[in-house]
């Protein structure tokens, strides 16, 4: 595991204990690849922000099933691709 794998693995576990400053960088480190990824995805501007933030929550209220069988990042894209088909049906 890399320095970078490792740090965001730490970050995940204190997060799952709880840690909302934990949490808070992980939204930050991967805030704007998110948004990239719903403009990609078909989203204008505004929904694109608007469901990032959706994105977001679902994470943090679903971290305690996140079985780390993947990236943290994969596993957001797939939060993100859902959300933004949900917003395009």
Do not use: C, K, P
Request: overall charge negative; proline content about 0%; cysteine-free.
């Amino acid at each position: 595991m890399d320095a970078a794998a490792s740090s965001e693995h730490e970050l995940v576990a204190r997060a799952r204990a709880g840690d909302q400053e934990a949490f808070a960088e992980l939204v930050m480190s991967h805030a704007d690849r998110v948004y990239g990824a719903l403009r990609r995805f078909g989203l204008d501007a505004d929904e694109a922000d608007e469901v990032a933030q959706e994105v977001f929550v679902r994470a943090w209220r679903g971290l305690s099933r996140f079985q780390e069988r993947a990236r943290f990042s994969t596993w957001l894209y797939r939060i993100a691709f859902n959300e933004a088909q949900r917003r395009l049906s």
